[in-house]
């Protein structure tokens, strides 16, 4: 069984989007407790590297969700967990390299660690769970435009295909 293109799609921008926002929403707030705006616009909005991060973590968690087999769903977030936070430190990490940062690996995993203070990684933990549920499954690869649900409906209405032996 594998997921449908549409719902890994989906998943991603779900999941991607709506953690960035949220890490983005927690800065913000210490931010404007603290009354330092500016150092929230560069790195929230006027750093194009959040772009290419959005963008990578969403192609992604897409790939991931659309060929790898359904799992069940502590797995899905295991390994989907482990792909945004690997994109998150490899686009830290080019960011900060394409900056000329002396040490590329120390800054992605800083950020990784801000993202936890940000809750952008537990936003995005918890979103894989909730959004697995949502997930589209096809049977195999073969009945790629047919759901489970729309095997189960033809099943129930006997229009299904039957062998010679009549099973």
Do not use: I
Request: hydrophobic share 55%.
């Amino acid at each position: 069984m594998t997921v449908t293109w549409r719902s890994a799609v989906s998943y991603a921008l779900t999941v991607v989007v709506l953690s960035w926002l949220t890490g983005a929403a927690v800065d913000l707030a210490w931010a404007v407790a603290y009354g330092d705006l500016g150092g929230w616009a560069s790195l929230w909005v006027k750093d194009p590297w959040n772009a290419v991060f959005v963008v990578a973590a969403t192609a992604s968690l897409t790939l991931a969700r659309g060929l790898l087999a359904a799992l069940p769903r502590w797995r899905v977030v295991l390994v989907d967990g482990f792909v945004y936070l690997v994109m998150l430190l490899v686009c830290s990490g080019l960011s900060a390299w394409a900056g000329g940062d002396d040490a590329p690996a120390d800054t992605a995993s800083m950020m990784a660690v801000y993202a936890l203070f940000t809750l952008q990684l537990p936003a995005a933990w918890l979103l894989c769970v909730w959004r697995t549920g949502h997930l589209e499954v096809v049977l195999s690869r073969a009945g790629w435009y047919r759901t489970h649900s729309d095997r189960k409906n033809h099943r129930d209405h006997g229009d299904d295909q039957r062998n010679a032996a009549g099973r």
